[in-house]
């Protein structure tokens, strides 16, 4: 399985599939515009201007794109993935999407003798550059077992959790964590800014502590530096707030946290801030 097609070339796309190219990796890649693909086509990709003729060549598809609905338009349809497919062909959608989307994906594959699994990733753009994101996968676990070696050139931390949506699941565990954290870090350093001290110096004490987080060690010390260029854009963020929010409640469970910090980020995308990283959510504080 040396060919891997790959749709969703963004910040964190991007170098992902430039580490499978630098793994050896026959690598095809489709985007709307060819330019945005300039950079992987110098490294040795394959540009298609078809989700068709991508999946047509493609032993391995891997897809990470905006949202649930970019997700519905890649897989389905005349011109879709499984439609195209060729028999045998392993599906990996790494976007954060909806659990109910995953087992609608397997299903429909599994008719068409593909195997989909749903991989959703955590670790941001400093960890898609490093290969060591965290993967969440679920769907057939044959299947994770055969794509297993792809994981690894991408992420570290790759943890098999069950059935289709399975994966879903686990990162919507994984936001519901971060939502509330990041209102944590942005009013401990506006505490810190407006109690007089220096914010760098509060973070060396605090971060290896037990209020140690990845959030307080990597998206922290940018929040002091004025940098809120996008390593996970607060729209994202903002669409798996309410991809979990709605299956909470589905569930019938409480979630408070996550109430807050999505009230929160929908203000701070209302004034501007929509393509800014998580950590433009300290402007709210200031």
């Known amino acids: 399985m040396k060919t891997i097609g790959f749709i969703g070339t963004g910040v964190m796309g991007k170098s992902m599939a430039q580490n499978l190219i630098n793994a050896g990796y026959e690598v095809h890649i489709y985007t709307r515009t060819k330019a945005k693909a300039e950079t992987l086509l110098q490294a040795g990709a394959t540009w298609h201007d078809h989700v068709a003729s991508l999946a047509h060549v493609s032993d391995i598809v891997i897809t990470i794109v905006g949202y649930p609905s970019d997700v519905e338009e890649v897989y389905f349809g005349s011109d879709g993935i499984i439609e195209n497919a060729k028999a045998g062909s392993y ?3 790494m976007t954060t ?4 989307l995953a087992k609608k994906i397997a299903e429909t594959a599994r008719q068409r003798q593909l195997t989909a699994l749903d991989a959703p990733v955590s670790g941001g753009d400093i960890g898609a550059q490093k290969g060591s994101l965290a993967i969440m996968v679920g769907g057939d676990q044959t299947g994770f077992e055969a794509v297993l070696p792809i994981f690894e050139v991408i992420g570290e931390k790759i943890i098999y959790q069950g059935e289709a949506g ?3 699941h686990t990162k919507m565990c994984n936001q519901i964590v971060i939502a509330s954290g990041m209102i944590g870090v942005s009013e401990s350093i ?3 800014q ?3 001290l220096d914010p760098s110096r509060v973070l060396e004490s605090i971060t290896t502590g037990a209020a140690g987080s990845w959030a307080l060690s990597n998206l922290a010390p940018r929040i002091i530096q004025h940098d809120y260029a996008p390593g996970f854009y607060v729209k994202h963020f903002i669409k798996d707030m309410k991809i979990a929010l709605e299956t909470a409640q589905e569930m019938g469970l409480m979630t408070p946290g996550l109430e807050l910090s999505l009230q929160l980020y929908q203000q701070l995308a209302e004034e501007g801030e929509e393509n800014s990283g998580t950590q433009a959510l300290i402007k709210l504080f200031q």
């Open 91 to 93: 599906l990996i959608d």
């Open 97 to 100: 999407s909806k659990p109910t």
């Open 166 to 168: 399975a994966g879903q």
């Open 190 to 192: 506006a505490y810190a």
């Open 194 to 196: 407006k109690a007089g």
